[in-house]
């Protein structure tokens, strides 16, 4: 029997806080912002917000790159207006947890800073090596970042390299030093002591390097380096160390891991080590691509089923992972897995196909309301499209596209399904100038569809994508024996546009989801044998019973009780 956890029952509501709700009118979001939109989070029936980093960063990776663990980005507001947001949440009874960046900081960083001066006790609290060659000018070794380009930066005034798995301005820990270990602890602490309720833990996988530092395979063009320090040789002995914190809180530590599978996540997340509570991964985000979102295909349903049932049989009763469609690193789901013609009925679609699937569930801001991808390739001619750009990854891989003569054209094309700017735009809150995010200039493009894609339109509509999503977040719960808890049985995993899945409780129960994920109708004979007798319908895309033809994007669900 699966055991039973607070956690596994939540969902938690993502905020991106630069382009969630400007509270000050200086067209950056902020905590004046947040704190006065926790109702209408809390009106959606979610249990928990994960904020991404709010800490002080020269936000060259927009708040990747920390500068101050125990501060707030003056941009967001102050530690006092954060005590706010966290009190008045907690009221509410929602649960607030925040962003562990420690595979790396800023280079703007004391720590750092103090490391290049060679000042201790922080000499060693990043990876240096004296370069290759006469002159010492060369890497030392052939290490990628995972933002294009060598893992490696010189640094004049001391004399050395320093590692960096992203952007150069974000040079690694080292956390073989018990000294970076302590201090990260000492940062966990303070955060539990104010009364947070747990931690996303990003690239937490990344921490360990392996011993001397070898090459990596020539023949990985990015990324090289990889097998030398993804899961590396001490990571569950750090990550247990850091496990120790939490003994005396009640909280909780979510993973992120890239290239993560369900083996692998076992290692980490199960009955007998719980190193974390659950593990994020990216590989049902990989349903239209070749591992990265850049190396673009068309959507792939069979392959998405294949990544579901994998995670869902193999982590059932063993572990515990995160359920989500859309995050800060993602295109808008709608724009990539469902259809901006069917913006509603695909939204709807999609909601229903991940929502009942065991595991903690997890929504983005914006995604409530179907917010979509813009359109990058569309700009009219004499314009410079790159303009509207922030994010320096996809900076760094248009720059290796181009290297390798992709067009323009191309770019700018897949750049609408793979740059994680898509995701950063402001929410859309109503139809007013900026779509009510702020009456000043915004920080970043909003969405020319705002006036139609919006909070206050979705409030107003019974059948708006907002409101189906309040009414499938209290299902879940209502029906969390089978929907959280239950096992997994899938159908027809080779039909190239539906998704037919049981979620059977331990006292028989079951959900049944019927999904035709394409904007092809399907004959309905397909699954009409999968709905049980007696089965009552809890929800649906479309009202009314399935026809002959399932419609675009048609979904059901239905609960048969114990017989």
Partial sequence: MEE???????????????????GNDDGIGDLKGVLKKLDYIKSLGVDAIWFSPLY????????????????????????????????????????????????????????????VK????????????????????????????????????????RGEFYLHLYAKEQPDLNHDNPKVREAIKNVMRFWLDMGVDGFREDVITQISKAEGLP??????????????????????????????????????????APFMTPKK????????????????????????CIMIEWMHLPFNLVKLKKTYNNWQTMLFHRAWNVNYLENHDHARIISRYGSEKYRVESGKCLALMYSFLSGTHFLYQGQEIGMTS??????????NPWTQFKDVSTFCVRDLMRKFGFSEKHILKVATTAAR?????????????NAGFCSCEPWFTVNPNYKEVNVEAAEKDPKSLLNFYRKLLALRKEYKDAAIYGEFRIHLKKHKHLFVYDKVAEDGSKLTVILNVSEKPVPCKKVKKFIPAGAKE??????????????PYAGKVYYTPVK
Avoid at 421 to 433: E, F, I, K, L
């Fill in 56 to 115: 002080v960063s020269p936000q060259a990776d927009y708040g990747y790159d920390i500068a101050d663990y125990c501060d707030i980005n003056p941009e967001y507001g102050t530690i006092e207006e954060f005590k706010e947001v966290l009190d008045r949440a907690h009221a509410l009874g929602l649960k607030i947890i925040m962003d562990l960046v420690i595979n790396h900081t800023s280079d703007k960083h004391e720590w750092f800073k103090k490391s």
């Fill in 265 to 288: 996540a076992l290692t980490f997340v199960n009955e007998n080590k719980k190193e974390l509570d659950m593990m994020i991964s990216f590989q049902h985000m990989e349903a239209d």
């Fill in 118 to 157: 060679r000042e201790e006790p922080y000499t060693d609290f990043y990876i240096w090596r004296k370069g290759r060659g006469k002159n010492g000018k060369k890497a030392p070794n052939n290490w990628m970042s995972t933002f294009p380009g060598s893992a490696w930066e010189y640094n004049e005034e």
């Fill in 4 to 22: 039973r956890k607070w956690f596994k029952e939540m969902s938690v509501y993502q905020i991106w806080p630069r382009s969630f709700c400007d």
């Fill in 374 to 383: 813009l359109h990058y390739d569309k700009y009219p001619k004499g314009s």
């Fill in 215 to 256: 090459n990596g395979s020539p023949f990985m063009p990015a990324s090289r380096g990889l097998s030398h320090y993804d899961c590396g040789p001490h990571i569950h002995e750090y990550l247990a160390e850091y496990r120790e914190v939490l003994k005396d809180y009640d909280a909780f530590q979510v993973g992120e």
């Fill in 538 to 551: 809890i929800i649906s895309v479309y009202d009314g019973s399935f026809a002959e033809l399932m419609r």
């Fill in 421 to 433: 700017d898509n995701a950063r735009t402001p929410v859309q809150w109503d139809s007013t100038p």
